[in-house]
């Protein structure tokens, strides 16, 4: 059926767009190894022998949409992202961007996130170039935002590129999260990664970082001490007397 299909000429690059948008599909749903050429030229329309003419092989029609869905992911998170609002209207902007996109590609972003990432260094290597573009990204969205709120030249660098890779981290979980439960819209799975996360990077903004507490004396360092005491129950007990 796929072969009597490709009587009807049509361009090049759009029958191979075809060819991709069916085998995102394919693998998305069943994975790398378990995806096969003949269902992906019988969903594409093609017959298997021009799958093969055009992509060459397997791996190279995986890594095909490896690197376009990776390159949409990308572009759409920074299409999404309005520079001229304040921070944490550049942040939300920015999430909704990422979860609609996922929401909207359920099987491109399992083809990202599971099975390029679990079949080999290869395709795990693309993910992983997409990966840091994201968080480079929003490492200078980051910055950018709280150096001009308290006007400090010198935030750490590190410092901002942890907060950065976390975000991104639990975006990325997120998704799955949103993805897998029913009834959960982007601009949900947005509203809780906001909640979870600006609390500490809208003090951050602020220029009131969070302070770690003293740390306990020599005395109390030892490999002996009790990492975790327990607090004394007496002052509790007076209190309410």
Known sequence: MGAGK??????RAVREQQMLDAAVSVFGR???MAASM???????GVSKPLVYLYLNSKDDLFSACVRREARALTEAVRAGVRPGLPADGQLWSGLRAFFSHTA????????????ARTHGERFAAEVAAMREEIVA??????????????RDPHLPEGEVAGLAEALVGA???????????????????????????????????????WS????????????????DPVPDPAPVAQAAG
């Open 104 to 115: 909207r590609h359920p099987d491109a972003w399992r083809v990202l996130h599971l099975h």
């Open 38 to 44: 003949d269902e992906i030229a019988e969903l594409a």
């Open 6 to 11: 490709t009587t009807k000429r049509m361009p």
């Open 137 to 150: 990204f929003v490492t200078q969205l980051i910055a950018a935002a709280a150096r001009d709120a308290h």
């Open 171 to 209: 975006a990325e979980s997120l998704a799955d999260w949103a993805g897998a439960t029913e009834g959960v819209t982007a601009k949900q799975a947005a509203a809780t990664l906001m909640n979870f996360a600006w609390a500490g990077l809208g003090d951050l903004m602020a220029g009131h970082p």
């Open 212 to 227: 770690a507490p003293e740390e306990s004396g020599p005395e109390e360092s030892g490999p002996e001490a009790d990492p």
């Open 30 to 32: 069943r994975g790398y």
